[in-house]
C-alpha cells in the first residue's frame, strides 16, 4: 500500500456535530457527535484515522484536541463561519426507538469538500451516512482506494435512490441496518434484501440488527455477530458509525483482507459498539482502550463456540 | 440411567391439536398441531419419546399412524370422547406478528393426566405450555428425572404468578421468548431479565428470539446461537416447540449432560425450528431426515467462527 508516510490509512467523510441527547438515563446538550466522530473515535483504537468534515466557529477547542489526542489527523476538518451542525434525539425506556427533536445542518448545507493532496492516496475509505451525490464526489477524488465501505440511511434511500445506487454500485462493503435493507430492496426477508443489495454490485453488505447483533453477507458465505450481552444500555447515539469505525479500523490494520479479517472486522465493530452505548454519547469511546476491547472480543468469541470439551463441566446435578 | 427397556428416554406433555392456519402463503384446516406434537416430531430425530395428553374421537387414525412412524409412544396420549383441542390462527407479511383466530380447549379443559406406569423412571421432560399446575402435577409423578425442561406463556404469567413460579424453581431449564422473559421479570433488558429468571431457580435458561437468534444463559456463561438465514418463512406456527423438541431430543441422547451439550441441544433446537417454519405446519417436520439437520447444522457452526484461516480467500479486490 504505497502511500505518503505520515498519511492516515483510513479516511472517513461524515459529519461533525453538536449533539443533544435524551434518554432515561441521563441527557446532555451540545456533545461532541456525528457520524464522522464515532467512527474516528473507534477506527482509531487500531490505526490513525482522518477526518474529512466541516465545522462552525462555535465548535470546541477541546473537541479538537479530544480527537487529536487519539491520533485522528484533522488536516480535512474545515472551520467556517456559523453554526456546527446540531441534532436532538429523545430515548425511550425502550432504546430501539428513538424521537428525533431537530437536526440543523448548519455549515453542513454547503459542505463540498476538497480533499488534501495526501488523503487521496488512503487505501480504507468510509463513507459516512450524508447525500449520496457527496459520497460519490469523495470517492471520485481518491486515486486507488483499497477498501471502500459506505452507509445511508432512509432520507437518501427515499429522496435520492438513483444518487445512491450508483454509488452502492462501487462500494466493497455497504452497511445498512434492517429497516433501510428492507426500504431499499422492498424485501422483508433480510437474507433476500442482502442478496439483492449484492446483485447492484457491493463485494458484501452487513446488516446491523441493534440489540440483535449484525449479519454478513458475502457471495459465497454468511457470518453472524450476536449481540454482546449487556446489561444496561443508557445511549444507542452513534452505535451503527462506531460499528462502521471498528470494522474498518481493524481492517485497515490488517496486512490482506479475505473472509476470515472480514468476519473479525465485524466482531470488532460490534465489541467496540457494546462499550460506545454504555455512557452518554462519546464518554465511554473517549476512555476506551485497545486492552479492553480485546478483552471484551475474547468473551464474545467464547459466546458463539460450539465446540467446547463435552462433558467438561456438569451444571446440571444428575439427581 | 436405570429405566425399564424399551421406555422412551423422553417425555413431554402439551397440547395435542388440530391446528387451523392462515398465511399469506398457504392456509389449512385441522392440520395435525399442539406443542407436543411439534416437539415430539422434533426430539424424535434423535432418540424415541413419548406424548402424554388427550385428543377427541374426532382425531385421525392418519395422525396417530404418523406420529407412530416417527417412533413416537403414544400410551400416555387418551383419546376420550368430545372434541379435540382446537387452534386456529392468521399471519400477515410481517410473520412476527399472528392473531389468534379462536381457541376450542374441548377435551383439553378436563385433562388431568395419571402417567402410565413405565413413564415415571424417564430421565428427560419436557413440560409444555399448560396450566402450571398441571406441569407440577406430571412432575411430582416422575420418581427421578435427570433434566426437567419448560416452557410456559403470556396467559400463564399473567394469570397464575405463583403456581408457575413454583414449578419455574424446580426446572433445570426454563424455556421463554423474549417477551415472555420481559413479562415474567418486569425488567426490559433481557440479560438482567434472565439473571433474574436464574436466580430463582432454574439452573439455565434459554430465551428464544424467533428470526433474531436464540440466547442461553447458565450461571457462569453465555451462549448465543444465531437465526438460521432463511429466504423464505411459511408458518412459524410451533417453531418454540420444535426448538425444544431439538433441544431436548439432543439431550436425551447424549450421555452427559454439561455446557458443550447444552449448547449444541441449542443450536440443533435452533436448526430443526428452521425447518419446520418452511412449510405449512407439521408438514416439513414430518418429512425431515436426521441428514438435514446434520447437513444444516455444519452450515450453522460455521456461520459464528471466527478463526478461518487468515488471507485464504480474497473476496475484495486490491486494486
Excluded at 477547542?61 to 489526542?69: E, T
Excluded at 447483533?213 to 449487556?230: S, V
Aim: overall charge negative; glycine content about 10%.
Amino acid at each position: 500500500m504505497d502511500r505518503p508516510s505520515g498519511c492516515a490509512p483510513l479516511l472517513v467523510i461524515g459529519s461533525v456535530a453538536l449533539d443533544s441527547v435524551s434518554t432515561p438515563f441521563g441527557e446532555a446538550t451540545d456533545m461532541l457527535g456525528g457520524s464522522a466522530v464515532y467512527f474516528a473515535l473507534a477506527a482509531s483504537l487500531f490505526v490513525p484515522v482522518s477526518i474529512v468534515g466541516v465545522v462552525g466557529t462555535d465548535f470546541r477547542d477541546s473537541h479538537l484536541a479530544l480527537l487529536r489526542s487519539k491520533g485522528v489527523d484533522l488536516q480535512g476538518l474545515q472551520r467556517v463561519p456559523g453554526l456546527t451542525f446540531r441534532w436532538g434525539g429523545k430515548y425511550g425506556y425502550d432504546l430501539n426507538q428513538r424521537e428525533t427533536l431537530f437536526t440543523e445542518l448548519n455549515v453542513f448545507e454547503q459542505f463540498k469538500p476538497t480533499l488534501p493532496e495526501c488523503y487521496r492516496d488512503t487505501p480504507f475509505l468510509f463513507l459516512g451516512n450524508i447525500d449520496p451525490d457527496l459520497q460519490g464526489f469523495v470517492l471520485d477524488q481518491l486515486r486507488a482506494p483499497v477498501i471502500v465501505a459506505g452507509d445511508t440511511m432512509n432520507f437518501w434511500i427515499e429522496g435520492k435512490r438513483e444518487s445512491l445506487m450508483s454509488v452502492v454500485s462501487r462500494l466493497d462493503v455497504l452497511m445498512l441496518n434492517d429497516s433501510e435493507a428492507r426500504l431499499l430492496t422492498g424485501e422483508p426477508n433480510l437474507v433476500r434484501a442482502a442478496r439483492q443489495v449484492l446483485s447492484r454490485g457491493p463485494k458484501s453488505v452487513v446488516i446491523k440488527k441493534g440489540e440483535h447483533g449484525a449479519m454478513m453477507l458475502l457471495p459465497e458465505g454468511c457470518f453472524f455477530a450476536p449481540p454482546f450481552p449487556l446489561e444496561l444500555v443508557v445511549d444507542p447515539t452513534g452505535a451503527g458509525d462506531t460499528f462502521a469505525g471498528g470494522f474498518m479500523g481493524y481492517l485497515a490494520g490488517c496486512d490482506v483482507v479475505g473472509e476470515a479479517e472480514l468476519r473479525r472486522a465485524v466482531m470488532y465493530g460490534s465489541v467496540v459498539a457494546s462499550f460506545s452505548v454504555e455512557d452518554l454519547g462519546v464518554r465511554r469511546l473517549a476512555a476506551l482502550t485497545r486492552e479492553e476491547v480485546e478483552g471484551r472480543a475474547m468473551e464474545f468469541g467464547k459466546m458463539t463456540i460450539l465446540d467446547l470439551p463435552r462433558g467438561r463441566e456438569i451444571p446440571l446435578e444428575t439427581t
